[in-house]
């Protein structure tokens, strides 16, 4: 932003040679919107040097930047970027973690006022600067271009474990070639004398002992490492060299590869829920789901996970929907892209959850069943010592327990309560309750593979649907994990100018020896120690950064006005107030209340008790807490950093300065940067036309200056900041700093 907005506005003269948008009107029609362009950017040192700013080409190297071949393409990868693993995951867990269908209302709510509003600031400003998340913050203000360093920090925490749930998904899909499913019923153990089933399985259920022992061999608290796990570690191995050898070759999925990607997994979904909607019970678990419970929507934990979640849901914070809207034609109409993206991710996570709770619904009423028959024989133990026969209703039957229902077992004990209420609790009798099974269903990163894996014990031909299902979770999460590692790669590549294939090795090696840090039989809990803690904080004040930098440093009027230009028309006033006040406001009051929560409520984890087989709350010890902070303040540093030494002059604003860049045919032609250019916060430079070279013989895009500008005024078209593929030749139109 310009110091005096007002005073650096100059008068343009009428005498233009050329405008980039008579440049842009003379390009050959078979160029086809220019399908292929690149940056050929000039160093600051003017060696003539080239590299491709959004690519990240090395020296000397020119990479064309690909644009998208069509709008449902485009739409396409958006949600393939959009619906990950999260959908199936990690929403329905915090929907059971949440109380349900309280978790809806807020989410929905923060969706509107937060989600839709940002992700269509971030699809603006892709497209209008056509750059990636560095490049994008370095040229709103080089004092932020921490917010691009700090999103490529916690892309590489979330890439850690995000992989390790896509090595869970490989060891399922491995054990899915078998009939029956090994997860189908618990295991027997037999001796000498006796055979019986193992004790933790039948204290809990077959798919959650095979979850938790089976699979993960899971210690009782996080400070128990364990020793590595050695399937686990496999699988790891396995994940991490399909990225690395995807991400070598750089793979670019062709349309028919897309629609498969994009469509397959609501296949799988909707098959799953007319399966599911069989289950007995099933109907319990959706109006579980549906259900609000207000109290639970006054805490501020389940405000800020449903915000981290729309976050993670749109892929906020992340430079992803940067990037892609990067490769955007300028007159795109991201506002609708970026409510139909937000709507669909929507509908697809709440078509997951309703499999997940239909599910749910159909365990929580086989362990009520089996909770009514034990208590039932309880209170036939009990007759004439303790409770008389009198008490039980004439249509009971007790000679046939089997034959007694869940409401015959609760009428039994509201009498037997209102009768015995001193002696009551002496009595040792259960509530058996759906909803209480419900609310206190398995959590967790396992919610998905328990209820999915208990689903398909009950599907004809199992192995096949189990294949299907896990097949669709390791294509979800590969997609996402691409577009993670691109986004670390990509600034890596910028900075250091190392080959591609040296540094995708080299990081997904480092990523591998980390990642044994979660697949230890402790590694459970770290997962979900990364998951609360490396991402939700830090992408909250990257989201809140991104949005100060537009609204405020920038300026809201000038990126309506940019915006104006671009759509082609003026976008709800609804946004402005959104991006300048509600947002921000929501964004800061969610940011203080997610360091009261920690502060007040030392952070904790569900741990799993082998001897009791059941989830047990557990406290982080001090070395955890520590690493907890750690991970937040690490994800956030860049921030700061970046901010101290371009304040201080330690690294001087012009030195990683774009200069301005003007169209060529196919291309961006990039001309050196002058020093002594008087503007704190623009990273791109122009000289004067008569030093500019033209990006055609004979022809300049720029105008002649009127006024005291002198030789080393900015002759950039429009304000400070000069692209040349805006336009700047129309009068009527405000000018932007853009």
């Given at each position: 932003m310009p110091k005096n907005s007002?005073?650096?506005?100059?008068?343009?003269?009428?005498?233009?040679?050329?405008?980039?948008?008579?440049?842009?009107?003379n390009e050959d029609a078979c160029d086809d919107s220019f399908k292929k362009t690149s940056l050929i950017v000039n160093n600051h040192e003017g060696e003539g040097k080239e590299c491709d700013v959004e690519e990240g080409g090395s020296d000397g190297e020119e990479e064309e930047r690909p644009a998208w071949n069509s709008k449902l393409q485009y739409i396409l990868a958006q949600v393939g970027f959009s619906v990950g693993l999260g959908n199936v995951w990690r929403f329905p867990y915090l929907c059971q973690?949440?109380?349900g269908g309280a978790y809806l209302v807020p989410y929905l709510i923060l969706l509107i006022l937060i989600g839709i509003p940002l992700f269509f600031l971030e699809l603006a400003v892709g497209q209008r600067i056509r750059r990636g998340s560095i490049g994008v913050w370095n040229y709103i203000s080089p004092r932020l271009g921490g917010i691009g360093f700090a999103s490529c920090v916690v892309c590489f925490f979330v890439a850690l474990y995000y992989n390790v749930i896509i090595s869970w998904s490989l060891f399922y899909f491995s054990q899915s070639f078998q009939q029956p499913l090994p997860w189908h019923e618990c295991p027997l153990v037999k001796n000498k004398t006796s055979t019986y089933v193992v004790p933790e399985c039948e204290k809990s259920s077959a798919t959650t002992y095979y979850w938790y022992r089976s699979a993960l061999d899971i210690s009782n608290s996080i400070s128990e490492g364990g020793g590595l796990n050695w399937k686990m570690t496999v699988c790891l191995l396995v994940a991490w060299s399909m990225v690395c050898l995807a991400m070598i070759k750089g793979i670019q999925s062709s349309g028919k590869v897309m629609y498969f990607s994009s469509l397959f997994p609501y296949v799988v979904l909707i098959c799953f829920l007319v399966r599911s909607l069989l289950l007995k019970g099933s109907v319990d678990g959706i109006r579980h789901m549906f259900t609000p419970k207000l109290e639970i929507m006054l805490e501020a934990k389940v405000w800020r996970e449903a915000a981290t979640q729309v976050f993670f849901a749109l892929g906020l914070g992340f430079g992803g929907v940067i990037a892609f809207s990067s490769y955007n034609k300028r007159d795109n109409n991201c506002h609708f892209d970026a409510v139909l993206v937000s709507f669909i991710n929507f509908f697809t996570s709440v078509l997951a959850t309703l499999v997940v709770f239909a599910v749910l619904?159909?365990?929580a009423n086989i362990m009520n069943s089996k909770c009514v028959t034990l208590n039932t024989q309880k209170i036939v133990g009990l007759l004439g010592n303790g409770i008389e026969e009198s008490l039980i209703p004439h249509h009971i039957n007790l000679t046939n327990i089997s034959g007694v229902t869940a409401e015959d077992y609760n009428m039994m004990i509201e009498i037997i309560k209102g009768v015995k209420e001193n002696d009551y609790d002496k009595l040792g009798l259960d509530s058996c309750s759906i909803e209480d099974e419900l609310n206190k269903a398995v959590q967790g990163t396992g919610l998905a593979f328990i209820a999915f894996t208990e689903a398909m014990t009950h599907f004809p031909a199992s192995p096949f649907w189990s294949v299907m299902f896990f097949l669709m979770l390791v294509n979800l999460g590969l997609g996402s994990m691409f577009g993670t590692i691109e986004g670390i790669l990509t600034p890596l590549i910028d900075t250091f100018k190392v080959r591609k294939e040296f540094l995708t090795v080299g990081c997904c090696v480092l990523a591998f020896s980390i990642g044994l840090l979660f697949v230890q039989r402790s590694g459970n809990y770290f997962v979900a120690m990364f998951d609360d803690y490396s991402a939700t904080l830090p992408l909250l004040i990257v989201v809140v950064l991104e949005n100060v930098a537009i609204a405020w440093i920038y300026g809201i009027d000038k990126f309506f006005e940019d915006l104006k230009d671009m759509l082609g028309f003026t976008p709800y006033r609804f946004y402005y107030y959104m991006w300048k006040y509600i947002t921000p406001i929501l964004l800061l009051v969610l940011l203080c209340s997610s360091f009261i929560q920690l502060t007040m409520t030392p952070p904790s984890y569900s741990a799993w008790i082998q001897e009791e087989a059941k989830e047990q709350n557990l406290r982080f010890p001090t070395w955890g807490i520590i690493v907890c902070i750690a991970l937040v303040v690490m994800a956030v540093m860049?921030?700061?950093?970046v901010f101290g030494l371009r304040y201080f002059n330690i690294i001087d604003e012009n030195t990683s300065g774009l200069s301005t860049v003007s169209y060529k045919k196919g291309r961006i032609i990039k001309e050196s940067a002058r020093p002594g250019e008087d503007d704190d916060t623009s990273l791109i430079h122009g000289k004067s036309p008569s030093e500019a070279p033209s990006p055609m013989p004979g022809n300049s895009i720029y105008r002649k200056q009127s006024g005291s500008g002198g030789p080393d005024a900015d002759t950039a078209p429009n304000g400070r900041y000069g692209i040349g593929y805006l336009?700047?030749?129309?009068?009527?139109?405000?000018?932007?700093d853009l």
């Open positions: 007002k005073a650096v506005k100059r008068e343009l003269d009428d005498d233009v040679t050329e405008s980039v948008k008579d440049l842009l009107s973690k949440n109380g619904g159909f365990k860049p921030v700061p950093v336009m700047a030749d129309m009068p009527d139109m405000p000018e932007s």
